[in-house]
């Protein structure tokens, strides 16, 4: 860890902030689209702030080989190939030479799905420079998958961009950002070296590098505060977290837990927000260990836990996780 994070400094080189796209401008989806005033607004704020811009697998690598990253170093993905990212994003991080991350579902694609690229327009993509991730062959629920299903769809949709493409991803993004312990080796057996969910939190050196998390960016969670704290935030380092499976099948409400590692510099100032009852119970056993004690079980699908804790610089420093409920 960089010297000025464990003094409480706001520098930080071991980790970035990654966020996540789906529409843009599409008013009618304003859980998942972005509204194009606020999506200028985070290119001007990424291209005025200081912020290094950086290709995701760049950071991953450096992420995977503990190497020094510089300080607010950000990602951009977008998932699943709506035409409005082609339409709309495309165009305007071109002009402001921001790099980013396409994640493609190949059935969609395949079908020719209305308000879905083509095939020719996602070439168009990767001639200038766009990299081409994986979201599987139909966009499943993953969680709930049997590992031979989550195989059959990994080797279809990884035939069909290397047949369209020439490309065979390495990069992965899970369906609705839905994970389970038993999707990480049918993952990492089709090739693929990182994989992402939805969670919010900065991608650091100790996190699962299959199951990392992104900021998603929507109408609702797209205004330019929360932009900005997020791009600017640093890891919070966390290890022995409980539950290690984030598909929730016993036990709900799940025993959720943590030890902070040494750089967490506002232990006394550590909060944790559910997405289902808000400003969370937090226990602390002994000087690093938290545990989270919610007063209900999870609802069914997805649900969310963002801890935070600030640094002396102003910045946050952030984790969370993503757990999922089989409806």
Same mark, same amino acid.
């Given at each position: 860890l960089a010297a000025g994070l464990m003094a409480g400094s706001a520098t930080a080189t071991?980790?970035?902030?990654?966020?996540?796209?789906h529409r843009f401008g599409e008013s009618r989806y304003p859980s998942t689209s972005?509204?194009? *005033?606020?999506? =200028?607004?985070h290119i001007r704020e990424l291209k005025s702030g200081g912020y290094a811009v950086l290709p995701l697998a760049e950071i991953l690598e450096a992420i995977q080989a503990k190497k020094p990253l510089p300080d607010k170093a950000v990602a951009l993905t977008v998932d699943d190939a709506h035409v409005s990212a082609y339409a709309e994003a495309w165009p305007r991080l071109k002009a402001a030479g921001l790099p980013f991350t396409l994640f493609i579902a190949t059935?969609?694609?395949?079908?020719?799905?209305p308000d879905y690229m083509s095939w020719d327009q996602i070439r168009e993509l990767v001639k200038g420079g766009v990299t081409i991730g994986s979201q599987t062959a139909s966009h499943p629920h993953m969680a709930q998958m049997s590992a031979d299903g989550v195989r059959a769809e990994l080797t279809k949709s990884n035939a069909r961009i290397q047949? =369209?493409?020439?490309?065979? *991803?390495?990069?992965?993004?899970?369906?609705?950002? =839905?994970?389970?312990?038993?999707?990480?080796? *049918?993952?990492?057996e089709a090739g693929?070296?990182?994989?992402l969910g939805q969670h919010s939190g900065v991608a650091g050196s100790v996190e699962d590098l299959l199951y990392l998390p992104r900021f998603a960016l929507n109408e609702s969670f797209g205004d330019i505060d929360r932009f900005k704290r997020a791009a600017t935030a640093v890891p919070l380092t966390v290890r022995d977290v409980t539950p290690l499976d984030p598909y929730i099948t016993?036990?709900? *409400?799940?025993?959720?837990?943590?030890?902070?590692?040494?750089?967490?510099?506002?232990?006394d100032r550590l909060q944790c927000?559910?997405?289902? =009852?808000?400003l969370a119970k937090i226990e602390r056993l002994g000087d690093k260990r938290f545990e989270i004690r919610l007063k209900r079980p999870l609802p069914k699908g997805r649900s969310r836990l963002n801890c935070t804790a600030p640094t002396s610089g102003g910045r946050w420093q952030w984790t969370g996780w993503q757990y999922y409920v089989r409806p």
């Open positions: 071991d980790g970035a902030a990654v966020f996540l796209y972005i509204d194009l *005033p606020q999506f =200028e607004a059935d969609p694609v395949d079908g020719k799905t047949a =369209e493409l020439g490309v065979t *991803p390495t990069i992965f993004a899970y369906p609705y950002g =839905e994970a389970s312990l038993a999707n990480y080796a *049918p993952v990492r693929f070296r990182f994989a016993t036990n709900n *409400p799940p025993a959720i837990g943590f030890t902070v590692a040494d750089n967490v510099v506002s232990l927000y559910s997405s289902n =009852e808000g």
